[in-house]
Structures are given as C-alpha cells and as structure tokens.
T-cell receptor
C-alpha cells in the first residue's frame, strides 16, 4: 500500500491568485496522478506525472493553468494558476505502486475561490 | 480506456450482503479491475483489485467472470458505516485510469 499526504488540506483563495498543492508519498512510486472532484461529481483526471518525464495532461487541462512538478519519486506539486470561482473543487493526488500496481489516493485539498 | 458502467444507487439494510456490478465491455487484456469506497470529503479508499476469477480480502470479495466484461463487488453483512459511494476502475499498470459515475450505497437500519 501507500500512504499519501497533501498540503494544504483546504484553502480559500481570491480570484486571480495561484495555489500550489503538495503531495507526499511514504514510498517511492513511478506513477502519480492529479484528479479534480467537484461537489457531488466523480473524479476527473487532470494529468499523469511520472518521475523523469513531463506531465501528460488530459483534454481540457493545460500546463499553463495547472503546472505540475515531479522532482523525485515521493513528491509532486500541482499549481492552480490565475484562479477563478470555477476552479473551486477538491484536488486529489494519487499514486500507483510499482510492485503491485495498486492505485491509492490522498485525502484531497478542498479549494474555494472567491 | 475501458469505460465503466455502474448502477447510480442501491439501498440495503444492515446485516445484508450487497453486490454491486460494474460493466466494462471493452476491457483490454492487460487491464486490472479495482474498486474504491469514498466517504464525503475524503479521498477514495482502495478496497480490492483483481484480474480474473475471484479475489477475497478482509473486507470484500471481487468476482470476475471468464470474459472479464463485468465484475461484482460483494460486501458481506453491511453496516451503516458502509454507506458511501463505490467506484469501479479499470486500468493497465502502465496506463491512466478514468472514473465512472460510481454507485451510491445507502445502508438502512
């Protein structure tokens, strides 16, 4: 298994500003993912962030808006840039263990943009 | 990516066995099937993962028929605390995964 922590757990931000969310894993993993979950909705994949390569973004998500860093095998950040109220959501970090191929999720970061 | 289809909601009573079925008709040869439980304001929690036949752990069983086009999560003797949204996910070890809409399970006393 993998234990994932995220910082901050929640934040309230003003429109036009940026927020960087940190994701820390207790073991080394190659594959990491960032998801977004809006209230009452399912999870939507933002991007895949594998160590050693550029992040791969899903349709509807761009690097300028959601830049991602993956400096090592246990850490990643997602930045939500130039925020608007439509960015209010829960952002979740997820990893897939190298050996078992099981995918685990962090507790999420609840973002409110005013 | 294999698209998954689940019932939107299910009701049950405490002590009953609950079976939630997920359809994934275009599952690929190397795809695994994983089920998650999610409570409000929490990240999804890994329940069980399988490739074929039957897998059992301390909280659930996963049944996968030979054609692998569907899977069934079985929760024995549910309690009120099992009320949650349950997601079925299909992915390859090296690939990305996409969530379906999930099944909201409500357990009644």
């Amino acid at each position: 298994s993998a234990v994932i922590s995220q910082k901050p757990s929640r934040d309230i931000c003003q429109r036009g500003t940026s927020l960087t969310i940190q994701c820390q894993v207790d073991s080394q993993v190659t594959m990491m993912f960032w998801y977004r979950q809006q209230p009452g909705q399912s999870l939507t994949l933002i991007a895949t962030a594998n160590q050693g390569s550029e992040a791969t973004y899903e349709s509807g998500f761009v690097i300028d808006k959601f830049p991602i860093s993956r400096p090592n095998l246990t850490f990643s950040t997602l930045t939500v840039s130039n925020m608007s109220p439509e960015d209010s959501s829960i952002y979740l970090c997820s990893v897939r263990t190298d050996r078992e191929g099981e995918q685990y999720f962090g507790p999420g970061t609840r973002l409110t943009v005013t | 990516l294999a698209k998954t289809t689940q019932p939107i909601s299910m009701d049950s009573y405490e002590g009953q066995e609950v079976n939630i079925t997920c359809s994934h008709n275009n599952i690929a040869t190397n795809d695994y099937i994983t089920w998650y439980q999610q409570f409000p304001s929490q990240g999804p929690r890994f329940i069980i993962q399988g490739y074929k036949t039957k897998v059992t752990n301390e909280v659930a069983s996963l049944f996968i028929p030979a054609d692998r086009k569907s899977s069934t999560l079985s929760l024995p003797r549910v309690s009120l605390s099992d009320t949650a949204v349950y997601y079925c996910l299909v992915y390859t070890n090296a690939g990305k995964s996409t969530f379906g809409d999930g099944t909201t399970l409500t357990v009644k006393p």
